[in-house]
């Protein structure tokens, strides 16, 4: 399934990937090499940490990987406008609480704390496709909420 993502994430991603193959793994490689030439790999501490990093590495090269497979670039000067969707920055005040701002981001982009909240999370899902004025309802860990959607940009 195409995850959205901005054209500026999936260059971050691409990055990430170019540096992970090429100085991470050659930098295990040689950890490798180094802790074989010590001797006798079954009792030996430094091969197996050094098989167990590449072996992370490896698992993080994949995911990595499988993001961009699945990366679809939103170009944000085409979003609808007044409607939520990808790269939407919307204004929302909760019942019982103030008003908070958040940007919809793909989920290797949010940083909650930032107010960059990802497109999978449950309050992103219930904004999707609503327009300034609307009103949704999500379960939290605390209990369902609503919250009114003030604006969108």
């Known amino acids: 399934m195409p995850t959205p993502i901005s ?11 170019h540096r992970l193959e090429t100085v991470e793994r050659t930098a295990i490689a040689a950890q490798i090499k180094t802790a074989r030439e ?14 167990e990093t590449q072996g992370l590495l490896e698992a993080k090269i994949a995911q990595i990987q499988e993001k961009i497979r699945d990366a679809q670039v939103i170009d944000l000067a085409e979003k609808p406008a007044g409607v939520v969707g990808y790269g939407s920055k919307v204004e929302l005040s909760a019942k019982g609480g103030g008003v908070v701002t958040y940007t919809l981001v793909s989920s290797h982009e949010a940083e909650a704390a930032k107010g960059m909240l990802s497109i999978e999370s449950p ?27 003030v604006s969108i940009s």
């Not at 010590?38 to 009792?43: H, K, T």
């Not at 030996?44 to 050094?50: C, F, I, L, T, V």
């Open 7 to 17: 054209q500026s994430a999936l260059d971050g991603l691409t990055a990430e990937l």
């Open 38 to 51: 010590i001797g006798d790999l079954s009792e030996n501490a430094e091969y197996h940490q050094a098989k």
């Open 123 to 149: 309050l992103a899902k219930a904004l999707m496709g609503l327009r300034a004025g609307s009103s949704c309802k999500v379960e939290t860990p605390g209990g369902k909420r609503e919250f009114q959607l």
